[in-house]
């Protein structure tokens, strides 16, 4: 079983529509949730921290269910510059603090 | 942008050869991380780098080496490539010895071996 595993995709949605992303991770012992945006053939760019309590950055909202180890990541009004990849990112704490990336969801926002 | 630089950008190597990548960390950072990223697949975490000591390891064996120098910048390090080291290498910047967990990633290096 992957460490984090994320919805196949790819996701082909119209602009304006919502969407939504889901990532469970296997490590109960995992302190720090991101999600991570990676246009093709560039580097992944943090978007978000993912918190407990739950989190939103204008149209993005992210949450956290520790207790299901589950994460999501919601897209509201999706813009055409929205289409990339989307990495749920897991790091297990410890001294390196490494992340752990899941597979990616691939978004294609059309016009 | 991040503040952080890969260098070179791409690269081509035959299978046996040795390659060197090299990062420059974001102004401030003291940690340098390594990742592998294979095409259709997220980065893998091959080492990290702090304070110029290695802090941590991932799958990878020992062929994969590196360095961090004084003023943070680091080196990866691949000895005898095979077709499978194909891939984006990326470093990420980031602060270590505090609370945050958040990395900042470089362009990447693209290594083709043939």
């Known amino acids: 079983r992957k460490e984090v595993e994320q919805d196949p995709g790819p996701f082909n949605v119209p602009e304006g529509a919502t969407v939504a992303f889901n990532c469970t991770y296997s490590?109960?012992?995992?302190?720090?949730f991101f999600w991570y945006r990676q246009d093709c053939r560039k580097e992944p760019k943090l978007l978000m921290s993912?918190?407990?309590s739950g989190n939103e950055d204008g149209r993005f909202t992210a949450q956290l269910n520790r207790a299901s180890q589950y994460i999501s990541l919601l897209i509201r009004d999706s813009k055409l510059s929205d289409s990339a990849t989307y990495l749920c990112?897991?790091?297990?704490?410890?001294?390196?603090?490494?992340?752990?990336f899941g597979s990616g969801t691939q978004l294609t926002v059309l016009p | 942008e991040t503040g952080v630089t890969q260098s070179p950008t791409h690269l081509i190597k035959t299978r046996g050869q040795q390659v060197t990548l090299r990062c420059s960390s974001q102004?401030?950072?003291?940690?340098v991380s390594w990742y592998q990223q294979a095409l259709g697949q997220g980065p893998q975490f091959i080492f990290q780098?702090?304070?110029?000591?290695?802090?941590g390891r991932g799958n990878f064996p020992p062929r994969f080496s590196g360095l961090q120098f004084p003023n943070y910048s680091s080196e990866l390090n691949v000895n005898a490539l095979e077709l499978d080291d194909s891939a984006l290498y990326l470093c990420?910047?980031?602060?270590?010895?505090?609370?945050?967990?958040?990395?900042?990633f470089g362009p990447g290096t693209r290594l083709t071996v043939t």
């Open positions: 990420a910047s980031s602060l270590g010895g505090t609370s945050s967990y958040e990395q900042y």
């Open positions: 490590n109960s012992a995992s302190q720090s």
């Open positions: 993912v918190y407990s």
């Open positions: 990112v897991v790091n297990a704490g410890g001294s390196a603090r490494q992340l752990t």
């Open positions: 102004s401030g950072h003291n940690t």
């Open positions: 780098y702090y304070r110029e000591e290695e802090n």
